[in-house]
């Protein structure tokens, strides 16, 4: 329940970067025929050194469950997922190991950093 976009700012890239992760879902969605991606409003900014890092939008959360938008379940759901992130970015396991070779990939691509 994650989507992660590198390099928040879109500027120029370098080593220290943050990484701008959404929470949310994605699904195929066989009627446009196209997967689709559902922001579920928690987002976390986690930069490179591994420690440092921002919960956002959890206003946003709270304004969709006061407006009944969202059942319980999916919101301890959103709250599991963005700790478990959390977690992840604490114990220096984020970014997750495939994506490794992201720099190898953007090589071959040709796009450059």
Same mark, same amino acid.
């Given at each position: 329940? =994650?989507? $992660? +976009?590198?390099?928040? /700012? +879109?500027? !120029?890239? &370098?080593?220290?970067?943050?990484?701008?992760? /959404?929470?949310?879902?994605m699904v195929y969605r066989k009627d446009l025929e196209a997967w689709v991606f559902k922001d579920l409003?928690?987002?976390?900014? %986690? /930069? +490179?050194?591994?420690?440092?890092?921002? !919960? $956002?939008? $959890?206003?946003?959360?709270?304004?969709?469950?006061?407006? &009944? #938008?969202?059942?319980?379940? #999916?919101?301890?759901?959103?709250l599991r997922s963005t700790q478990e992130l959390i977690d992840q970015i604490q114990a220096g396991a984020?970014?997750?190991?495939? =994506?490794? *070779?992201? *720099?190898?990939?953007? %090589?071959? =691509?040709?796009?450059? $950093?």
């Amino acid at each position: 329940m =994650l989507c $992660l +976009q590198e390099n928040m /700012h +879109q500027g !120029v890239f &370098g080593e220290n970067w943050p990484w701008y992760v /959404h929470i949310g879902e994605m699904v195929y969605r066989k009627d446009l025929e196209a997967w689709v991606f559902k922001d579920l409003f928690a987002d976390v900014i %986690a /930069h +490179q050194d591994g420690r440092t890092y921002r !919960v $956002l939008d $959890l206003d946003d959360l709270g304004d969709v469950m006061d407006l &009944g #938008l969202l059942e319980n379940p #999916l919101v301890s759901e959103i709250l599991r997922s963005t700790q478990e992130l959390i977690d992840q970015i604490q114990a220096g396991a984020f970014p997750p190991a495939e =994506l490794a *070779n992201r *720099n190898e990939v953007r %090589a071959t =691509l040709g796009w450059s $950093l």
